[in-house]
């Protein structure tokens, strides 16, 4: 069976280094700013584990510029790319599906997504979910807060400060 071969490109935004990979099925993972440019290639491929890696972003500059927009305070979308989520399970398929939906500058509930994707006592699951969502941003996991409004955590980390510096951009921007 062969290897999967991926696409990646690595672009500054004002906010940071920003990046993603892709294969011929779709976005595969998105990389949130970093400082510096060789973090973002070093999370692409801890994240891939493949050789089949290629910087290439034809095909993608249309996402690029949106990223760039977006980190600028503009309203985007990013509704219209298909992911590649192949590797997951239906319920994570689902939850992320549902995520994507969820417009610039509206905010749900981990209750609310369960709920919205089918499965209502599952908000644990939905946390987890967002926890390890490989696409944030495009899957905009950063617009799920807990119920009693506080942020909850954000790319695997408790409380990040970037969740919130990316929903009070959109509070601004609608």
């Known amino acids: 069976m062969s290897e999967n071969i991926f696409k990646y490109a690595i672009f500054l935004t004002t906010w940071g280094w920003a990046g993603f990979a892709a294969d011929q099925k779709g976005l595969r993972i998105f990389i949130l700013p970093e400082e510096r440019k060789e973090d973002v290639l070093f999370e692409i ?13 034809r095909g993608w500059e249309n996402l690029i510029q949106k990223v760039k927009e977006y980190y600028a305070g503009k309203k985007v979308d990013f509704t219209d790319y298909q992911l590649n989520l192949d590797n997951y399970a239906n319920f994570k398929k689902e939850i992320l599906q549902t995520v ?32 390890n969502n490989p696409l944030p941003l495009v899957v905009p996991c950063h617009r799920v807060i807990k119920s009693d409004g506080s942020i909850g955590g954000f790319s695997g980390q408790k409380d990040n400060p970037l969740k919130k510096k990316m929903i009070d951009l959109e509070s601004e921007g609608k």
């Open 45 to 57: 491929r801890e994240e891939l584990k493949c050789n089949n890696l290629f910087e290439d972003n």
């Open 100 to 131: 994507k939906k969820i417009p610039y500058g509206e905010i749900r509930s981990y209750k609310e997504v369960a709920e919205a994707a089918g499965y209502p006592r599952a908000y644990r699951a939905v946390g987890s979910t967002m926890r």
